[in-house]
């Protein structure tokens, strides 16, 4: 075998060995560092910090530990976009601070910064107690904040309180609730709710802040934020005991531009698509409503001019409950990064109360077609304003309704007569009738010479109802969202004219109670079909028969203030039809 290779080998292995004695003399090893402790015992706001500070010494601020030491905080940036956007948890402080003002009681959750509850001090439930407007049973919520690569989730962001329960007596003006949260890459999120303790409304603002290496390099990734979402992911609670009435009544709103959207609860039912919708364009609020309150949030007119966003509806078919979301484009805030802010409105609707926002947001109360909505707003406004000098609404109703059958009284006049001449000529039609019973052309004419000669038109019974028509849909629309009726009494066992009339409750949990107005309303009613004259025969008469027995099972669990009116207008018809046909003798004219 060849030698060279043999001598090759030890003279490497001579100069390695060499290598390592001769680096070893030069630069001797150094004593190992000590690492900094990473655990819960070792962080600054323990009992050991709060010892260093109280001997002099200044205690380093607060610093949350990652869960997994692979991502805690680098400095040079080596962290995903994910891992970066992760919010930090945090240790202490209250998880729910509740806010007091004369108006409500609410419930600011921690984790997620969402509305927990809220309670309407004004307003009672049935039961009695202050009325809760927020259903129970809900886990986060839907704020986000939207990049232009991603979106940062802050459904169940853990945020730390600036203080406790907060209370504001009448005359303390605004005060602010902070909540600060921070992300693994150095993020700062502040939610900030500012109250009034004269308005039921909340503005809420939502800013994202961070300055520094790490968040250079984020968001260099994330791209800048484009968008702040504001979500409502609760729905609206029950609050009538007549659950199965007041179904029909929930609803989501979405004002955009003049245009306004409505999805009905009832169909989450059948298909959650049913109630979805996006639209984009210059938005105005969304929300959810009952009879007589609502869930919204509105854009604030401070940000000038038209918003340019994105307003969502949906829901939980599960939980059977609608959401509202509204993205309103990021503004650059004063230290900050990006912010948006919106005005939380929950509370009863009133046009008083709805109309300081300047969005239209009164549009959206439930008070019938657009044709119908102008009467509806007199109908409010003129029973307010009798309320000043009549302090019942119970006699407010009964006053309103003697006022407008007197405004109607020549109408009903015209029509009665007109129905009692068409009653008188009954026999010559049906004489006409035999005549030309195989030629409908001779019969029609016929028929038409005869109400010439007779002077009669038969429409004329028709027009003044149809005239009539708009203003009574006004009043039962304005009666039936009249939340200035909620708590209010009449007298004996009328006790609150928002809900039935309820003399006896069901036993047993029947789910029948003793109402007594809807009885009286269908006798009156009957009454007046008597006093009316009818041209239809035994049909005219068997559906005249009827139709109180109908109108009963109608009105049975409706508002008792509704039915009032509806009672007092069936009294005075029958009343009107009894003197009109006394006075009125054969042939149209009038007694003297």
Same mark, same amino acid.
């Given at each position: 075998?060849?030698?060279?290779?043999?001598?090759?080998?030890?003279?490497?292995? !001579?100069?390695?060995?060499?290598?390592?004695?001769?680096?070893?003399?030069?630069?001797?090893?150094?004593?190992?560092?000590?690492?900094?402790?990473?655990?819960?015992?070792?962080?600054?706001?323990?009992?050991?910090?709060?010892?260093?500070?109280?001997?002099?010494?200044?205690?380093?601020?607060?610093?949350?530990?990652?869960?997994?030491?692979?991502?805690?905080?680098?400095?040079?940036?080596?962290?995903?976009?994910?891992?970066?956007?992760?919010?930090?948890?945090?240790?202490?402080?209250?998880?729910?601070?509740?806010?007091?003002?004369?108006?409500?009681?609410?419930?600011?959750?921690?984790? =997620?910064?969402?509305?927990?509850?809220?309670?309407?001090?004004?307003?009672?439930?049935?039961?009695?107690?202050?009325?809760?407007?927020?259903?129970?049973?809900?886990?986060?919520?839907?704020?986000?904040?939207?990049?232009?690569?991603?979106?940062?989730?802050?459904?169940?962001?853990?945020?730390?309180?600036?203080?406790?329960?907060?209370?504001?007596?009448? =005359?303390?003006?605004?005060?602010?609730?902070?909540?600060?949260?921070?992300?693994?890459?150095?993020?700062?999120?502040?939610?900030?709710?500012?109250?009034?303790?004269?308005?039921?409304?909340?503005? $809420?603002?939502?800013?994202? =802040?961070?300055?520094?290496?790490? $968040?250079?390099?984020?968001?260099?990734?994330?791209?800048?934020?484009?968008?702040?979402?504001?979500?409502?992911?609760?729905?609206?609670?029950?609050?009538?005991?007549?659950?199965?009435?007041?179904?029909?009544?929930?609803?989501?709103?979405?004002?955009?531009?003049?245009?306004?959207?409505?999805?009905?609860?009832?169909?989450?039912?059948?298909?959650?698509?049913?109630?979805?919708?996006?639209?984009?364009?210059?938005?105005?609020?969304?929300?959810?409503?009952?009879?007589? /309150?609502?869930?919204?949030?509105?854009?604030?007119?401070?940000?000038?001019?038209?918003?340019?966003?994105? $307003?969502?509806?949906?829901?939980?078919?599960?939980?059977?409950?609608?959401?509202?979301?509204?993205?309103?484009?990021?503004?650059?805030?004063?230290?900050?990064?990006?912010?948006?802010?919106?005005?939380?409105?929950?509370?009863?609707?009133?046009?008083?109360?709805?109309?300081?926002?300047?969005?239209?947001?009164?549009?959206?109360?439930?008070?019938?077609?657009?044709?119908?909505?102008?009467?509806?707003?007199?109908?409010?406004?003129?029973?307010?304003?009798?309320?000043?000098?009549?302090?019942?609404?119970?006699?407010?109703?009964?006053? /309103?309704?003697?006022?407008?059958?007197?405004? /109607?009284?020549?109408?009903?006049?015209?029509?009665?007569?007109?129905?009692?001449?068409?009653?008188?000529?009954?026999?010559?039609?049906?004489?006409?009738?035999?005549?030309?019973?195989?030629?409908?052309?001779?019969?029609?004419?016929?028929?038409?010479?005869?109400?010439?000669?007779?002077?009669?038109?038969?429409?004329?019974?028709?027009?003044?109802?149809? !005239?009539?028509?708009?203003?009574?849909?006004?009043?039962?629309?304005?009666?039936?969202?009249?939340?200035?009726?909620?708590?209010?009494?009449?007298?004996?066992?009328?006790?609150?004219?928002?809900?039935?009339?309820?003399?006896?409750?069901?036993? /047993?949990?029947?789910? $029948?109670?003793?109402?007594?107005?809807?009885?009286?309303?269908?006798?009156?009613?009957?009454?007046?079909?008597?006093?009316?004259?009818?041209?239809?025969?035994?049909?005219?008469?068997?559906?005249?028969?009827?139709?109180?027995?109908?109108?009963?099972?109608?009105?049975?669990?409706?508002?008792?203030?509704?039915?009032?009116?509806?009672?007092?207008?069936?009294?005075?018809?029958?009343?009107?039809?009894?003197?009109?046909?006394?006075?009125?003798?054969?042939?149209?004219?009038?007694?003297?």
């Amino acid at each position: 075998m060849d030698r060279r290779p043999i001598i090759g080998f030890v003279l490497i292995f !001579v100069i390695i060995i060499g290598y390592y004695f001769v680096m070893g003399q030069i630069y001797p090893p150094q004593p190992p560092q000590q690492k900094p402790a990473t655990t819960e015992s070792a962080r600054p706001d323990d009992a050991t910090a709060s010892a260093a500070t109280g001997a002099g010494l200044e205690a380093a601020a607060p610093t949350p530990v990652a869960a997994d030491p692979a991502e805690a905080l680098d400095p040079a940036g080596f962290m995903t976009m994910e891992q970066a956007l992760a919010p930090l948890p945090v240790a202490g402080g209250p998880s729910v601070v509740t806010v007091t003002t004369p108006l409500y009681r609410a419930r600011i959750e921690t984790r =997620g910064g969402v509305v927990g509850g809220w309670e309407l001090l004004e307003h009672k439930s049935w039961r009695g107690e202050p009325l809760q407007m927020v259903p129970q049973g809900f886990d986060g919520g839907a704020d986000k904040i939207v990049f232009r690569a991603t979106e940062m989730d802050l459904a169940t962001f853990p945020y730390t309180a600036d203080q406790g329960d907060l209370t504001l007596a009448p =005359g303390d003006g605004k005060r602010t609730l902070t909540l600060r949260g921070s992300t693994r890459g150095g993020l700062e999120v502040r939610k900030i709710f500012t109250f009034d303790s004269a308005s039921h409304g909340v503005t $809420v603002d939502l800013e994202l =802040g961070g300055d520094g290496v790490a $968040v250079a390099n984020l968001m260099a990734q994330t791209g800048n934020a484009d968008a702040v979402r504001f979500g409502w992911n609760r729905g609206i609670a029950q609050v009538s005991r007549h659950e199965k009435q007041e179904r029909a009544m929930l609803r989501a709103f979405a004002g955009i531009g003049e245009d306004l959207h409505l999805r009905k609860r009832e169909d989450l039912k059948k298909d959650v698509a049913k109630v979805e919708g996006q639209w984009r364009g210059s938005i105005r609020y969304a929300g959810l409503q009952d009879r007589y /309150f609502m869930i919204a949030g509105i854009v604030p007119l401070e940000q000038g001019g038209p918003v340019e966003g994105t $307003v969502r509806l949906g829901g939980n078919k599960d939980q059977l409950a609608q959401s509202w979301a509204l993205d309103l484009p990021a503004r650059r805030t004063t230290g900050g990064i990006a912010g948006a802010r919106l005005e939380l409105y929950v509370g009863p609707q009133q046009a008083d109360l709805l109309n300081v926002y300047g969005q239209g947001l009164e549009n959206a109360m439930d008070l019938g077609w657009k044709w119908v909505r102008p009467l509806s707003k007199l109908v409010l406004w003129g029973m307010d304003l009798l309320y000043k000098v009549i302090p019942n609404y119970g006699l407010v109703i009964i006053f /309103f309704s003697i006022v407008t059958k007197l405004m /109607f009284y020549p109408l009903t006049q015209t029509s009665t007569k007109s129905m009692k001449k068409m009653q008188e000529l009954q026999p010559k039609l049906k004489a006409l009738q035999e005549k030309y019973k195989n030629d409908k052309e001779k019969l029609s004419a016929a028929t038409m010479k005869l109400y010439q000669e007779e002077k009669v038109n038969p429409l004329s019974g028709c027009w003044p109802l149809l !005239v009539q028509s708009p203003v009574f849909i006004a009043l039962y629309q304005a009666l039936s969202h009249m939340v200035s009726l909620r708590g209010q009494p009449f007298f004996g066992w009328m006790r609150d004219l928002s809900q039935p009339d309820t003399l006896l409750m069901a036993p /047993f949990g029947l789910p $029948v109670d003793l109402n007594v107005l809807p009885f009286l309303m269908g006798i009156a009613m009957y009454f007046q079909t008597k006093f009316t004259p009818t041209t239809g025969g035994g049909q005219m008469a068997m559906l005249n028969t009827l139709m109180p027995v109908m109108m009963v099972f109608i009105f049975y669990n409706m508002p008792s203030g509704l039915v009032l009116y509806w009672f007092v207008q069936n009294v005075l018809q029958a009343y009107q039809s009894w003197r009109i046909m006394k006075t009125t003798v054969p042939g149209g004219a009038v007694k003297a």
